[in-house]
């Protein structure tokens, strides 16, 4: 039992794993945001997730609509410059200004010089384009490949971790059986059949003793072990099928516009 003891605590790093590729809304809200419930926390990021995946989609109108119902429901900055980048695309240069601005004091202190710059930049071309009376640019919807969804990989890892765990303790098993096997020969060497009867020294119960303990972890371990690796092509294959949002960062993008290429950033959960 306490040999088994030492093979439980191997899974846990899968199961762990497996578990946060499911956690919701990992970044804190910032400072002062207003106390939300559970379920409203749980919509929000519904509403999060959809409008990464309408934004993806060139679909900007709707991912303000969605961003914005998500950050009144949660309070998370970091939605404000979600919010930011859907009404860049759509031409609405004083909103997204505004909104990076708003952001800026939440953001990663070694982000916030290029949130400021953006911001400022935003608010030249708005400047500009009312200088001019003309319109501000809007930018068309993506038709770079999307990249691997942030649940996708950690789904991808807590597969690859639990086929590894599995693995290991598949292959711990294999060597206590082999064990096992040495133990119950050397108590077949310490007995004998006489005369119809099965009779065994006392040199055969140590063997024995060894041969039922490591019996018993090799079973555990195999039999642990293939739930394991199951679990991870399961997760593997679940992982290839996963779109969601990635992890939460300010992502760079290069983006073509009227007045040239810009690098633009995108902030993900």
């Known amino acids: 039992m306490a040999w088994a003891s030492l093979l439980l605590p191997l899974l846990t790093p899968a199961w762990a794993a ?3 590729a ?6 804190d809200p910032g400072e002062g945001a207003h ?3 559970a379920d409203d926390d749980r919509r929000a990021r519904e509403l999060f997730v959809l409008g990464d995946r309408l934004y993806e989609e060139g679909r900007y109108e709707a991912s303000v609509t969605a961003f914005t119902e998500a950050y009144r429901l949660s309070g998370r900055p970091l939605l404000l410059f979600n919010l930011a980048n859907a009404e860049e695309r759509l031409g609405r240069l ?9 952001y800026l004091p939440h953001a990663p202190e070694d982000e916030r010089e290029a949130v400021e710059t953006r911001a400022r930049r935003i608010e030249e071309r708005a400047a ?24 996708a990989q ?11 765990t599995g693995g290991a303790l598949v292959g711990a098993g294999a060597v206590f059986a082999v064990l096992a096997n040495g133990a119950r020969s050397d108590a077949r060497a310490a007995c004998a059949d006489v005369n119809g ?17 490591d019996s018993l972890i090799a079973d555990l371990g195999m039999g642990i072990g ?38 633009r950033f995108h902030a993900r959960f």
């Open 18 to 20: 497996a578990q946060s």
């Open 22 to 27: 499911d956690a919701a809304f990992e970044a």
């Open 35 to 37: 106390p939300h419930s």
């Open 94 to 102: 004083d909103d997204a200004a505004e909104h990076l601005r708003a």
């Open 128 to 151: 500009a384009a009312r200088e001019n009376g003309t319109p501000p640019d809007v930018t068309p919807p993506p038709t770079t490949p999307l990249e691997p969804s942030h649940s």
């Open 154 to 164: 950690r789904l991808h890892r807590a597969g690859v971790a639990s086929l590894i």
């Open 197 to 213: 009867s099965h009779i065994c020294s006392s040199a055969a119960r140590q063997p024995l003793d060894r041969d039922k303990r």
């Open 226 to 263: 293939l739930a394991a690796a199951v679990t991870g092509l399961v997760l593997l294959l679940r992982g290839r099928h996963t779109e969601a949002p990635p992890p939460a960062a300010v992502v760079p993008e290069a983006v073509v516009t009227a007045h040239g290429v810009e690098l």
